[in-house]
């Protein structure tokens, strides 16, 4: 087989749906609720808790509401494509596995490799935005901890390393070793703490709101000391370049997706319910926030709670920030046991060696890249700072959406007979919407992440052409 055919071979649509019934290695044991609070879970934490304040500081203003609605556009014409490959191919590898049915394995390999990054590294900068409200929790009882354990390097004078961060990670990693259902029950009941937590923080918050703090809504454009460009429209675009980070966590419910007990349908709906719910509360605090506190108090660790304490509102802070704690381990959770998968999804595949896709004997887990991951993610936590992560982070997610909203448009060409259970509406609309945004949003990320982006993009390609195109299972196909 020459090169060029060994890079576009691929799984048909029917081999992977055929592959459903036959795979045995995990437990189906997920309805439509736990699955959307694996959504919601992904979704709602670090930018309701962190960005939304920071980046109203940074770059926004008030208008970091509007920033929300642009990156919300983006995400939610890539969730309804989602939802249609979720219905078609219920298999675990997201959008890794979608590719594979489309675009052939040389496709498949940088999605499933980019997804591997991305996932990873939000688990890191999760950590890194739960750390700011657990110090906060720490230092109201008088258990503040020294100055060279409260971050990484850069995130401020005489930080050194984020040991809470390291730590939370690593502790996630460990509980999803265990049944899945363990600890999706235990997301579940996190998620509904969440969702309960930010409706309170909006109600008592809309009480204090002085519409004089959203004026002017949009800032005037700057040029810092720096010499960089804030506020003004550009701010308000390059801020939506990076809450971009909290909408899009519904992507880890299709990981989930050989644990479901009825994919085809509980998929789409969990994708559309975990947006739609996020999008909501989204738009609602970023307004009540920058109503209570001036946009230009809310640059810090964490905003929410100090925003409340600067009312003399303390008891409510620090209630904040319990709730912050408690919620934001569940985005940790969704998006470490997404990583996981698609490790371990790469590696059934005979993409990355096969020692990775073993599961746990008794609980049915891929525990050993769950564990590889959680010493990976505690470290990157640990030594680099929450904005850093933000921003590699959504290269990887905004590609993946490009990928995946174009396979939507070649597989309504190519195979417009098969039945969808899901079926994205106005088509080829919805997926040019979603590339369009997609790419306008990788316009405004900042030349040092495409750096970054791009060697470990070479990584995976010495990986794929190293070991990948000769172990795959695609080309042995008696293996």
Known sequence: MNLMARLVRHKSVEQLQAEVGQRKELRRVLGVWQLTSI?????????????????AAANAGPAVAISFIIAGIASAAAALCYAEFAGLIPVTGSAYTYGYAVLG?????????????EYALIVAAVASGWSGYMQDILVYFGLGLPVWAQGAIGSGEGRVFNVIAALVAMGVAVLLTAKTEVGAR?????VAVKVVGVALVILIGAFYVNPANWHPFVPAEIINAEGVRQFGWHG?????????????????????????????????RAILLSLGISMLLYLTISMVLTGIAHYS????????????????????????????????????????????????????????????AKVHPTNGTPYR?????????????????????????NIGALSAFVLICSAILVLRYKRPELPRAFRTPWVPLVPVIGIGFSIWLLALLPWATWERFLIWLVL?????????IRNSKLAKPDA
Do not use: C, H, K
């Open 236 to 268: 308000v675009t390059a801020a939506a370049a990076v809450v971009f980070f909290a909408v899009f966590g519904y992507d880890t419910l299709t990981t989930a997706a050989e644990e479901a007990r009825n994919p085809q349908r509980d998929l789409p």
């Open 39 to 55: 959504g919601l879970g992904g979704i709602i934490g670090v930018g309701i808790f962190v960005l939304a304040g920071q980046q």
């Open 460 to 468: 995976g390609l010495v990986v794929y052409f190293g070991y990948g």
């Open 369 to 393: 890249p769950t564990l590889i991951l959680g010493v990976i993610t505690a470290l990157v936590a640990g030594l680099l700072p929450l904005n850093d992560l933000a921003t590699l982070v």
């Open 105 to 117: 394995e040389f496709v498949a390999w940088l999605i499933g490799w980019d997804l591997l990054l």
């Open 186 to 190: 235990l997301n579940t009941v996190v």
């Open 297 to 356: 108090t809310l640059g810090n660790d964490a905003p929410v709670a100090v925003a409340f304490r600067s009312l003399g509102l303390t008891w409510i802070s620090v209630a904040i920030s319990v709730t912050a704690v408690t919620s934001i381990i569940s985005v940790i959770f969704a998006f470490m046991l997404a990583a996981a998968r698609i490790w371990f999804a790469l590696s059934r595949d005979g993409l990355l060696p096969g020692w990775f």
